[in-house]
């Protein structure tokens, strides 16, 4: 499967964004789907995954509350609703995937996931 993220930009502390990962190459449904992020000279770090079936989504802890990861298999998109941005949420934000399920452990381990889209930028202002 291809992945294709969108949605980045420039926005102001508190403000909100919405990411999204459109898929293509086959139906997208089966897969686990994760957001990463990489703020400049950090290592890459997971931020939000959903499973095929859409419940149960788990998140980084300090962006529960604000982010939220749904999905759209009509589409075969995935979201991240970034609400209450902080300058600390710089950084590119990227979408992965695998088919079928990754256990609840492995979640935010992005060696579990196959494919990754490209990258998206996301700058948040103070």
């Known amino acids: 499967v291809q992945l294709q993220a969108s949605g980045g930009g420039l926005v102001q502390a508190g403000d909100s964004l919405r990411l999204s990962c459109a898929a293509s190459g086959r139906a997208f449904s089966s897969d686990t789907v994760g957001w990463f992020r990489q703020a400049p000279g950090r290592e890459r770090e997971f931020v939000a995954a959903?499973?095929?079936?859409?419940?149960?989504?788990y998140y980084k802890d300090s962006v529960k509350g604000r982010f939220t990861i749904s999905r759209d298999n009509a589409k075969n998109t995935v979201y991240l609703q970034m609400n209450s941005l902080k300058p600390e949420d710089t950084a590119i934000y990227y979408c992965?995937?695998?088919?079928?399920?990754?256990?609840?452990?492995?979640?935010?381990?992005?060696?579990?996931?196959?494919?990754w889209g490209q990258g998206t930028l996301v700058t948040v202002s103070s």
């Open positions: 992965a995937a695998r088919y079928n399920r990754i256990i609840q452990s492995a979640l935010a381990d992005a060696a579990m996931y196959t494919s």
């Open positions: 959903i499973r095929w079936t859409g419940g149960n989504p």
